[in-house]
């Protein structure tokens, strides 16, 4: 049996419901960057810092040695 996605999709959402495939991949995403839990908001705030800051040390590391390429 084949299966329309186009039209699944349409169906979930006129029950306001998500599809299994988004409902996955948005809590993916709220794990990842939202407050897990039982961490307080200070020390979700901090941890959300000491990611950008390793993230912005790794685009200079990547920075750097694309230069030194050139």
Not at 4 to 27: D, N, S, T
Not at 54 to 61: G, L, V
């Amino acid at each position: 049996m084949a299966v329309i996605y186009r039209l699944l999709h349409h169906w979930y959402h006129k029950q306001g419901r998500f599809p299994p495939g988004a409902v996955e991949a948005a809590m993916a995403l709220r794990d990842k960057f939202g407050q897990r839990d039982g961490e307080t908001e200070a020390e979700w705030l901090a941890r959300q810092q000491r990611e950008n800051i390793e993230f912005m040390a790794e685009m200079d590391r990547l920075a750097a040695e694309e230069e030194q390429g050139d």
